[in-house]
């Protein structure tokens, strides 16, 4: 079993910065490939970037155009999102997910074995 917890969300203003962290509570972070997700109101859940075991990997949604970057610590059992030039359109709630295969994580559809509650990120024009 594996608990994420998603942190570091909030408002800003369009061109700002947040990052965003994700917590697990595993014995077994470094199994698991790890990916970011975000929700606006009324939209389906959207992949945003994933990251490999080792972190030598790293896949982003194309929206993104070189504005955010995922990193993960195996030794905190953690992984970040790093967001800058914030726009409107990226006011969403944002998921950390955990699974065994990177691949599924990029390209899975709607299942991964394990999800975050969500960190809310507002940004206001």
């Known amino acids: 079993q594996v608990q994420l917890v998603e942190s570091g969300g909030g408002l800003v203003q369009a061109g700002g910065s947040l990052k965003l962290s994700c917590t697990a509570s595993t014995r077994t972070f470094e199994r698991y490939a790890m990916g970011w997700f975000r929700q606006a109101p009324g939209k389906e859940r959207e992949f945003v970037a994933a990251?490999?075991?080792?972190?030598?990997?790293?896949s982003y949604a194309d929206f993104e155009k070189g504005r955010f970057t995922i990193s993960r610590d195996n030794s905190k059992n953690m992984m970040y999102l790093q967001m800058n030039n914030l726009k409107p359109e990226d006011t969403a709630v944002y998921y950390c997910?955990?699974?065994?295969?990177?691949?599924?994580?990029?390209?899975?559809?709607?299942?991964?074995?394990?999800w975050g509650r969500g960190t809310q990120v507002a940004v206001s024009s």
């Open positions: 997910a955990a699974d065994r295969s990177f691949e599924t994580m990029r390209l899975g559809g709607a299942q991964r074995e394990y």
């Open positions: 990251i490999t075991v080792s972190g030598g990997g790293i």
